[in-house]
């Protein structure tokens, strides 16, 4: 769709464990997206506090917010993966004065698929036994090469592919203000995490961290 419309651009930001295709849809206004090394170069100064409080205020008001969301990192969580084809079309596409007025305000950093070796593993699973009584039966194996379904540990590490090549564009060339990790809610039913916190909320682990 990159190749489609002036608002999107498309790229391979690196190959996975499995060697697959890791992609980076940036959706912004065709105005945004001519001056998006403005904008990134903005966000990094605010981002690495290399201006005075007066050059970021004026920076900040100059700036576009940038913000990523990264899909069904749980590669049997296909919800994100589906919703970020449809999100991408939309604004790709939509003319509404609602839409126009989010791209001219936001840059959006859209990965479709932060576990491609594992959702190509899902799809092949559920396409062998279509149709039989086994449809729909889960996975022997888990979804990641090495580290299973616990990919989602692997932040504070970087010891996986996928997860390098979404850190570089986070902390290295984009220094976005929000990150949104889309997940989707098992068979069990709803988890909801609502104020009051436990405080503190390990008591193994120092006040200061």
């Known amino acids: 769709i990159g190749k489609h419309s ?13 060697n697959n295709d890791m992609v980076l ?3 912004s206004s065709e105005e945004n997206i001519r001056n998006l090394d403005k904008y990134r170069e903005i966000s990094k100064k605010l981002s690495l506090g290399e201006v005075d409080d007066m050059a970021a205020r004026k920076l900040a008001a100059q700036g576009k917010i940038v913000v990523i969301v990264t899909c069904s990192l749980h590669a049997s969580e296909i919800g994100a993966s589906q919703m970020a084809v449809e ?9 509404s004065s609602k839409i126009k007025n989010i791209l001219d305000n936001v840059i959006l950093l859209l990965v479709p698929s932060a576990n ?14 279509k149709g ?7 996975m022997p194996y888990l979804y990641h090469w090495y580290a299973g379904h616990d990919n989602n540990r692997d932040w504070f590490k970087i010891n996986l592919k996928e997860t390098w090549h979404i850190t570089r564009e986070m902390y290295f060339n984009w220094f976005p203000q929000v990150h949104i990790d889309e997940h989707q809610m ?12 436990a405080d503190p909320p390990s008591p193994g682990v120092h006040p200061l961290v």
């Open 132 to 138: 039989t009584k086994y449809e729909g039966g889960s």
């Open 87 to 95: 999100l991408l079309y939309l604004l790709a596409t939509d003319d």
């Open 25 to 27: 849809a940036v959706i």
């Open 186 to 197: 098992g068979s069990t039913g709803d988890r909801f995490f609502v104020p009051p916190f």
């Open 6 to 18: 002036p608002r999107v651009i498309t790229r391979l930001i690196g190959k996975t464990t499995l």
């Open 116 to 129: 491609p070796d594992g959702q190509i593993m899902i799809v092949e699973w559920y396409n062998k036994y």
